[in-house]
């Protein structure tokens, strides 16, 4: 019981992450409000969707379990880049990344296998 209780939950956890970032990343590099105030750092406007697809694409990644850890690095990469971004504008304001990277690097150590078994909690 334990062990399929650990595994719906680092699947649910992945799930979850991995779609809210996704969805996230998608409104970050299309939408209006995101572009005019991202103006307002500053930075070259081409980094915005850059950043944005990027973790879009990460997420996907993340998402299936095949490729968890390359999407898992991938985000991590990501947000460190968004967290750099972030202080660049003086906003110190980065928990969620923080709690996003932390999910990410649970869900890297306590990947599923084929079984569906996480072999780091048997």
């Known amino acids: 019981m334990r062990q399929s209780l650990t595994t719906m939950s680092v699947h649910g956890l992945r799930s979850t992450l991995g779609l809210v ?5 998608l409104h ?43 999407g898992g690095y991938l985000l991590l990469l990501t947000f460190a880049l968004a967290a750099a971004i ?10 969620a990344l923080i709690v996003y990277g ?9 990947p599923e296998t084929k079984s569906g078994r996480t072999p780091a909690c048997t």
């Open 21 to 25: 970032v996704f969805l996230e990343s």
């Open 28 to 70: 970050f590099a299309v939408s209006a409000a995101a572009a005019h105030h991202f103006a307002r750092t500053g930075m070259a406007l081409w980094i915005r969707p850059m950043l944005g697809w990027s973790e879009a694409a990460a997420a996907l990644l993340f998402l299936v379990p095949l490729t968890t850890v390359v």
């Open 86 to 95: 972030h202080f660049y504008a003086g906003d110190f304001g980065i928990g």
């Open 102 to 110: 932390t999910v990410v690097m649970f869900c890297i150590t306590h």
